[in-house]
């Protein structure tokens, strides 16, 4: 690595939850430097939720996220000449940004509402357990899972 690693930047909380991680997601979502853009979405989703679940949307969002994180994911690692897919445990900063991630790309891969609907259904179902992205999760722990083997190049 050349140079110094960048530093850690903290984030404000947002203005309505006054939650670090809702302003996270915020910024997550935002394209183009669009923030006020994103806040509406977010906001309106976070709405749709409480409408719809009849509960505060911070835990509906935090539990969507604990369903979506991953705990093991997959890295290839060269070993003498072949390569392999080795398990390691994920960092509660990435398990985050992860979950986030997957939860954004499923909501918008979903057709013919507006994002703040999709995003709305797409929190509502991973806090059940029954989403895209709840799938997607299964998906790297069940690779990881098989691979298991090779936990032991994992320095």
């Known amino acids: 690595m050349r140079g110094k690693q960048a530093p850690k930047r903290t984030i404000e909380p947002d203005t309505r939850y006054n939650d670090v991680d809702v302003s ?18 977010v906001y309106e989703a976070f709405d749709i939720v409480k409408d719809k679940t009849k509960q505060d949307p911070r835990h509906v969002f935090n539990k969507a996220l604990k369903q979506v994180s991953p705990l093991l994911e997959v890295r290839g690692r060269r070993v003498g000449g072949a390569n392999y897919q080795i398990p390691y445990q994920v960092r509660g900063e990435r398990r985050f940004t992860l979950g986030c991630r997957w939860m954004i790309d499923a909501a918008r891969s979903r057709k013919g509402k507006k994002m703040a609907e999709k995003l709305a259904e797409e929190i509502i179902n991973s806090a059940k357990g029954e989403s895209t992205s709840v799938k997607k999760k299964l998906d ?16």
Do not use: L, P, Q
Request: hydrophobic fraction near 40%; proline fraction near 0%.
């Open 24 to 41: 996270k997601f915020i910024n997550y979502i935002m394209k183009d430097g669009k923030k006020s853009t994103a806040e509406k979405v």
């Open 140 to 155: 790297v722990h069940r690779m990881a899972e098989s691979n298991k083997a090779f936990a032991h190049f994992a320095r």
